[in-house]
């Protein structure tokens, strides 16, 4: 775990500094920079873009991480690299093509319920293009783990460019409708700095593009994967794209920043997967199959109690966060923030199964229990935002997790003989909730700043007590040796 230890604490860093840069974007600057509606806009082109994403790069992304162990020449690997280069060729040209011709017919769809999304139809196409390849360079460098310097752009770069554009709009040196096309501007160019770190990190020797031996093998794995990929991704980003269908379109970003909220419990697995999931794949590539039960074990051990910490963090003090962010309406997503943490954590538990899924010969089981949840949460969307609003998409996504989470581990279990759970496990669920349950109730002081800051440091006291008292996790514990030889 040394290699993955080091980077995953690189890249922790690196993603707790995007995501305060990001939580200051939208927390405070989208909410009082820009109205309500044109928050929303931003919010559904960038998700609706994810939800195109996989399937504009045949999911070349995960295809990179899967097959590149496998080729022992340097020659191999560079047919191999460059054919995921032009593999997406085949499927963004045409979906271009016809995009343009159908422009006006499906602008006109989407924007049904909301009339401010017609204009910039075209956006999402370009963006979901410019985030593709950007994963599909940065998977270059992942393999050869190289992951910190752009989880660095994937993480800051368009969240700092977003948040100087948002500037520009509060003292007027762009409206709003100019700062629509610049975020598109910004994803393009984080995908072309990505692309020359990749060509730095390893440029292949020729550039004649030879098809992989193994062609038929990639094209039915990039098959599964993309839909695979396309399904999970729509877990995440369809109630984004369901709610101005069915609500405001302004609703779209109360429900965002509820989301964005819980999303930071996630940090602690986006840093290590960034590392961990090469890694898995080179182990099962290898046969390695007591390594590859070691780092599942020690993954979700470790992302529960780092990811513990957050979610009290965030839940014990979401109402004066709130009352900080100053803006009543957005209020309305308090609920959604607990709802969404409860399947962060959940995600959590997963350590990497989702990694030795995609890269065993069990990669066909990934695909169709993605595509089981992302039809399940559409018809769960469908019927809860209905009912009950934004919370309703929130209680969709928390259903659907917790369901299939239980289903792939047992899944995993059986096909592999592996599951990551102890007893320790267990305990530490106990402690989270009983943190949780005393100080969710307490209020020291009025002003909510202090308030937080208070509470904040007794959570993290207490917390950090038990764990290392009652030896919950190895990997917490070694930290916090280290913090004390620093001090």
Known sequence: MG????????????????????????????????SDDYYGLVTFLLSTANLLMPLLVLGMQNTIVKFFYSYEKEKDRDQFLLSTLVMPLFIILPIGFFGTVFYDKIADWISQENAIIKDYTALIFVVAVSMGYFEVFYSWCRVHLKSVYGNFIREIFARLAVMILLF???????????????????????????????F????????????????????SFSFYIILAGSAGTILLEIDKFMIPQMEQIAKVAYYSVGVYIASVIGIPARAMQQIINPITAKEIQNNNLAEVNNLYKKSTSTLLVFGGLLFLLINCNVEDLYQIINKPQFSAGILVVLIVSMAEMIKLALGTNGAILTNSSYYKSFFYFSISMAVSVILLNKILI??????????????????FSVMRIIYVQNKM???????????????????????????????????????????I??????????????????MFRNLLKRT
């Open 461 to 478: 006291l207490i917390y950090s007590v038990l764990i290392l008292k009652l030896k919950l996790s190895d990997e917490f514990e070694k």
């Open 200 to 219: 730095k990190v390893y440029k292949p020797e020729s550039f004649k593009l030879i098809w992989p031996e193994n062609f038929k093998e990639i094209l």
């Open 3 to 34: 290699v993955v230890l080091n980077q995953t604490y690189k890249n922790t860093l690196i993603i707790f500094l995007g995501f305060f840069i990001g939580g200051i974007n939208v927390l405070f600057l989208f909410t009082h920079f820009l």
């Open 417 to 459: 003989k592996m599951q990551p759970f102890d007893k320790k496990i267990f305990i530490l669920i106990i402690v989270i909730g009983l943190v949780y349950f005393i100080f969710e109730r307490i209020d020291v002081f009025e002003n909510p700043i202090l308030n937080i800051g208070v509470k904040s440091a007794f959570i």
């Open 386 to 403: 209905e009912m009950l609003g934004i919370n309703g998409a929130a209680i969709s996504t928390l259903i659907v997790v917790a369901v």
């Open 168 to 198: 520009f709009v509060y003292f007027k040196w762009m409206d709003e409708k100019q700062f629509i096309y610049t975020v598109a501007i910004v994803y393009v160019v984080r995908m072309l700095i990505m692309m020359f770190y990749a």
